[in-house]
């Protein structure tokens, strides 16, 4: 009887355990939810990586991933070990309601339903917009928690949804703005946990912003047995490549002492972080590099096919990627300076590009055989912009309407026919005027963010000698945007802009101010082809 209590006893201990600890009940209750592993209970084999990530008890978690890396598996496993042991409410989000509906029904339904342990909590609701699952905590303590799942563009449901736990899946589709509005709901947690985790675009952008400046930027280092030397397997540095055989082969060396890297090295290494702070969000890079899975060769095969070179940075590497040529670079701005400086009023027609935000950038143009020649670019106010459009005898100015809609009205109205008022589409014309409202214009963003980048490279739009005296922000701005690509709902790949966190207000008046020259020239139906 003794033995019996003590067993008992030992057993209540094992189970509480492992109702607290993310790993433990990882390893005792998951069952693999897609593949050839469906179903077979939860492992880390080909994936220690993924070993510290579990067991990381930081409330805030950035992971700039690979694609096929097991992150998603694990955040939903770590979302329904929340709501089976902690009373909370959680937020699932993809870029889409559509990507949000086939994720439910495709891997959150199965880990559910094809498991034994966790098929008699879900509750009397489960869709793809919610789950009501019942969860326990303590000594017979049964507790109703929800997990809701959403898209990123549907504002309106995720305002509505105070959580405690916030999962973001693929957040370099999203639009960024609505970022700040998902972290909002957290507000009333007293012990709030969020996790994001996406592949890269490019640089500075996404979740490559975050896991630079929010996080410990943690990296996956290995060890050559052979020299000691400690590196973090990349691309450039430690795939050997064999084009020049009958069959073109590859090979993971040591950077330094050239030897092998074997997959035991590979599978042994270790998460180092570059930056220690306690305020700082746990930050993983992790890449296909790190992945015994995938050979050297995989590396190589992918990587010769230069159409797919981008898709190989983010997707297999999990870096971000600037593809040459796609964005403003400091030779192409070097080649666009001449011998003028900028003047205090014109005596000449001129066209005005303003862009809004704490301050309004502007650049005023006078344009020439298809040449833009700068007269003058600044920051200004609402106050002082009447003086400014009289001074230079401005006759178009295009002016941001967001994100103050009130006054760029306000503004347009005391100009007739003189100021224009844009926002972005993504129409098939590069601009468009409002129906009823003349004034009001859709711009193509992509197409006339293009044209700026190509307008520059060819050397047609010209900037004052004397611009970095007064101006230091500009020449920085101007490199800001970057062409990229993605797939479209239609599974076509297109040409993108994403939006970044860094100050391109300057790149911005400059489209402003091209769309003002181009409404002076009255081409009204322009569309680019060729650019690139």
């Known amino acids: 009887m003794e033995a019996r209590t003590k067993n008992q006893s030992t057993k ?30 939860y492992s880390f084999q080909n994936r220690p990586y993924l070993v510290d990530i579990t067991k ?77 699952f019942k969860g326990q905590i303590g000594k017979g303590g049964n507790v109703s928690n929800i997990a809701y799942f959403t898209g990123a563009r549907e504002r309106r449901q995720m305002i509505s949804k105070d ?30 946990y969020k996790c994001f985790f996406s592949t890269p675009t490019v640089p500075g952008y996404g979740i490559n912003h975050k896991y630079v400046h929010e996080s410990d930027q943690r990296s996956w280092m290995v060890k050559c047995p052979k020299c000691q030397k400690d590196q973090v397997l990349d691309y450039e540095h430690n795939i050997l490549q064999f084009y020049d055989l ?20 590979r ?8 930056k220690i702070s306690n305020y700082l969000a746990s930050g993983y890079h992790i890449s296909k590099l790190m992945d015994v899975r995938f050979n050297a060769f995989f590396f190589l095969s992918t990587g010769l096919d230069q159409s797919k070179v981008e898709e190989f940075y983010k997707s297999d590497l999990g870096e971000p990627y600037e593809p040459s040529g796609n964005k403003i670079t400091l030779e192409d701005l070097d080649a666009c300076f001449i011998n003028a400086t900028m003047k205090n009023r014109s005596e000449m027609v001129t066209s005005m590009g303003v862009d809004v935000g ?9 344009n020439d055989k298809g040449i833009s020649y700068p007269i003058k670019i600044g920051t200004t106010s609402w106050v002082e912009l009447s003086s400014l459009i009289a001074a230079y005898k401005v006759m178009k100015c295009v002016i941001d309407v967001n994100p103050e809609r009130t006054k760029a009205k306000e503004f347009a109205a005391q100009h007739p026919g003189k100021v224009f008022l844009a926002d972005f589409n993504s129409h098939d014309k590069l601009f468009n005027h409002h129906a009823g409202e003349y004034y009001r214009l859709s711009l193509n963003r992509t197409e006339i963010m293009t ?37 479209n709902r239609a599974g076509e790949v297109e040409a993108y802009f994403p939006k970044t966190a860094k100050a391109d207000h300057y ?26």
């Open 163 to 192: 959580v405690s736990a916030l999962f973001v899946d693929e957040m370099d589709e999203m639009d960024l703005k609505n970022i700040y509005t998902l972290e909002k709901r957290l507000d009333n947690a007293t012990e709030p």
């Open 358 to 366: 704490e301050k309004l950038h502007y650049r005023i143009s006078m």
């Open 246 to 265: 009958p069959v073109p082969d590859a090979l993971i060396l040591c950077s330094k002492c050239h030897n092998p890297v074997s997959d035991e090295t």
């Open 507 to 532: 790149f911005f008046a400059e489209v402003y101010d091209f769309m003002a020259n181009m409404l002076m020239s009255s081409m009204t139906t322009f569309q680019t082809r060729g650019l690139f």
């Open 56 to 132: 990381d008890k930081n409330p805030y978690t950035i992971i700039q991933k690979s694609s096929q890396c097991g992150i998603s598996e694990l955040m939903v496993s770590r979302m329904i070990f929340m709501l089976d042991t902690q009373k909370l409410n959680a937020l699932y989000v993809f870029p889409s309601q559509e990507q949000m509906r086939l994720f439910v029904t495709g891997r959150i339904r199965p880990s559910l339903e094809d498991n034994p342990y966790l098929i008699g909590k879900i509750g009397d609701v489960f869709n793809t917009e919610q789950l009501k």
């Open 451 to 487: 044209m700026i980048v190509e307008a520059f490279k060819k050397g047609i739009r010209k900037i004052p000698m004397d611009i970095t005296q007064n101006n230091k922000d500009y020449l920085e701005h101007l490199q800001v945007p970057v062409r990229s690509y993605r797939q």
């Open 267 to 274: 599978l042994g290494g270790r998460w180092i972080a570059r």
């Open 12 to 41: 209540l201990d094992i189970e509480r355990f492992v109702r607290t600890n993310y790993h433990f009940w990882l390893l005792e209750h998951w069952l693999i939810s897609s593949g050839e592993y469906k179903t077979d209970k």
